[in-house]
């Protein structure tokens, strides 16, 4: 079935560091992919999607890019600040509803 | 625009008693989830509506959950008897787009978080 796995964290980085969180996927067909992210005391929110391969979502300085010869879509920016802190998870849409990653918590400290 | 509303935000029960979750979805939303959130996990869907009809409840332990969506705007989703593994948050979504379409966002809210002793 379709699946996703993204990097443990947490994640503990300096303002302004460069950031890469890890995610690939399973799927059959062609998903859709998403990038989600929960800040603290809130509700999961979309960061940014891709629908279809080699296309980019980009949103806040974030970019991830859908590589479908490496089943991957991770998460890039390259100056975190400390409101970047949050749990960020990775998901598809396949011929199934909406299934996540495990999440990896980011910590950026000034 | 209003968001998706859940209630309660917090509930705390022991073991064998019962409790239910509201959620209010985003007015014009056809699409209707819950998700099932452990501590330290992803997101798990437990069900999804299409309007009022269910489309997928394959992961929904049947035993001890239900859920309706009887008029089709607004969602219920009971535990009787709870255990102490349902110990979780429970995260209601909706989407404008049908179920079928697969590039459209899902929309949360801010989840109930209950806790069984």
């Known amino acids: 079935g379709n699946s996703v796995t993204q990097m443990e964290g947490p994640v503990t980085l300096s303002e302004e560091a460069f950031l890469t969180i890890n995610c690939t996927y399973t799927a059959t067909g062609y998903p859709s992919l998403f990038w989600y992210v929960q800040y603290p005391g809130e509700g999961l929110q979309l960061l940014l999607k891709?629908?279809?391969?080699?296309d980019k979502g980009s949103n806040k300085g974030f970019e991830a890019t859908y590589r479908k010869e490496t089943t991957s879509f991770h998460l890039e920016k390259g100056s975190v600040q400390v409101s970047d802190s949050a749990v960020y998870f990775c998901?598809?849409?396949?011929?199934?509803?909406?299934?996540f990653g495990k999440g990896t918590r980011l910590s950026v400290i000034a | 625009e209003a968001g998706v509303a859940q209630s309660p935000r917090y509930k705390i029960i022991e073991k064998r008693q019962s409790v239910a979750f509201w959620c209010n979805p985003i007015?014009?939303?056809?699409?209707l989830y819950w998700y099932q959130q452990i501590l330290g996990q992803g997101p798990k869907l437990l069900i999804q509506f299409q309007n009022n009809g269910v489309v997928d409840d394959s992961q929904l332990p049947k035993d001890r959950f239900s859920a309706e969506r009887l008029k089709g705007v607004d969602s219920t989703l009971k535990i009787q008897p709870a255990k102490l593994e349902d110990s979780a948050v429970y995260l209601c979504?909706?989407?404008?787009?049908?179920?079928?379409?697969?590039?459209?966002?899902?929309?949360f809210g801010e989840g109930s978080r209950l806790t069984v002793l």
């Open positions: 979504a909706s989407s404008l787009v049908a179920g079928t379409d697969n590039t459209g966002e899902l929309f």
């Open positions: 998901a598809l849409r396949g011929n199934t509803p909406l299934v």
């Open positions: 891709a629908t279809k391969a080699d």
């Open positions: 007015s014009g939303h056809a699409t």
